[in-house]
């Protein structure tokens, strides 16, 4: 299992199949006379009752091997940082294991774990007893629920069964209330899925869109028994993803991730109704190439020109941004009436 989590780090890397998350079909227009100060953006917001600098959350990913475990420190501190919030990668398969369970956090970061706000992060169709025991390990502050059935359709070691595991995120929810976030695993999410969350009482969906990381083919590059590159194109664009969750609730926090690349990405998810946003590939991505600095730097700069795109909206802060108008054009446009 921990070969195939490193497995999952280097097929993210060389997948080659572009989606497209369809944000190039939100148009939206500057503002010559903002009438505000650049200085005076105010990107701070809440997430699960904590202040956090900007809406940018680091997405799960990686741990339980001594690489990710190398990884994870480096995101850690980047978290610290920025004063962002991260999501560990996957401990479902690894909290039986003392060792492996160690792989995702280094012990001698005691101090730093405090001043982060660390997301756990498991299968839907986790038990109470594993989420306890896995929030335990990494003193999480919060959960973090993935769904993922195109991936485990596709992959050749899994069954994908997925019958009652909304009953289960209900159970989950009813024990750890407004600290769980459910997410996609790069497939983005329905109308129908967002309603159903809601009313099992989800309060935080990370839709987790299409047009980025792109699973079915990170599963495809390990299996060596059957080829479902035909399906590389199935899943919910992010941008239609995040109108699909308004139309449902205005209400519901949405965390938008799935191909967020730019600062033009971010400011468009947040004007279509996102609360916050989500990273992973990309930001892996740097971090491989480029280590701590690259990454950081990266990250960075992404809320920098996205401070400078809200000043050129004159927008002066988060909820001032999502009253921006804007127009859909396009393919958005066309599967949105
Ligand atoms: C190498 C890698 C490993 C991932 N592992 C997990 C995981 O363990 N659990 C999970 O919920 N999502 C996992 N994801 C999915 C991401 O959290 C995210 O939802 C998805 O990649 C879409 O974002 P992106 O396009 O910015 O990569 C992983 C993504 C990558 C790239």
Redesign the pocket.
Known sequence: MNNI?DL??D??LIGSHQGHTLFDDVYIEHNSLPEINLADIDTTTEFMGSNFSFPLII?????GTERGLEINEILVNIAQDLNIPI?L??QQENIASDEQSKLYLSEIDDDLEKNVFILS?LSAKASEEDVKIAMDQVKANAL?L?I?AAQEAVSFDHEADFEGVLANIEKLVSVYGDKVLV????MGMSQETVKKLVSAGVNYI?L??Y???N?IE?ENLRNYRNDFSDMYGWGIPTAKSILNARVVSQDVKIIA?????TSMDIIKALILGADYV???????RYLVHGGYDHAKAYLEGLIKKTKILMFLLGARNLEELKRVPYKLTGKLKEISE
Do not use: P
């Open positions: 989590k999952y780090i097929n993210s997405s799960s990913m990686i741990g999501e990668g996957s992060n973090s993935y993922n997410k996609e695993k790069a990370d987790s869109g047009g980025g990381t699973f990170i991730s799935g191909g967020i690349k989500a990273v992973a590939g990309e930001l892996l």
